[in-house]
């Protein structure tokens, strides 16, 4: 299993539990946050990468600084204008296959087994 853990920053709370069961369920360790609490989650340590909804008002974006400094970070949003997102982070468009997803974490962090 990969050393740390995937934390899956998101403010709709049936989006980020379902992605979370997802990664759980490959073998990742995987915790969700709100955006609010997002910089909080990383604090604690151990968190190896991150995956960020946008979101429409920008938070997203404001928080992709402070969370790129200290882990990797995948962006997702069902917002097509976010698309122009900085160079660097992988991203994925909503809706999207959970294998999508799994597949981005394992390039990033391996195989949790």
Request: aromatic share 4%.
């Amino acid at each position: 299993m990969s050393s740390g853990r995937v934390l899956v920053v998101e403010d709709n709370e049936a989006i980020r539990e379902s992605l979370t069961d997802v990664l759980r369920t490959a073998g990742y360790r995987a915790d969700g946050a709100t955006k609010s609490d997002a910089v909080a989650e990383l604090t604690k340590g151990d968190v190896a990468l991150v995956v960020l909804d946008v979101g429409l008002d920008f938070s997203g974006l404001k928080l992709l600084d402070a969370l790129a400094e200290k882990s990797p970070v995948i962006l997702m949003s069902g917002q097509p204008e976010r698309r122009q997102v900085p160079r660097g982070p992988v991203y994925l468009p909503k809706p999207f296959a959970p294998q999508r997803l799994l597949d981005e974490v394992q390039r990033q962090l391996g195989s949790p087994n």
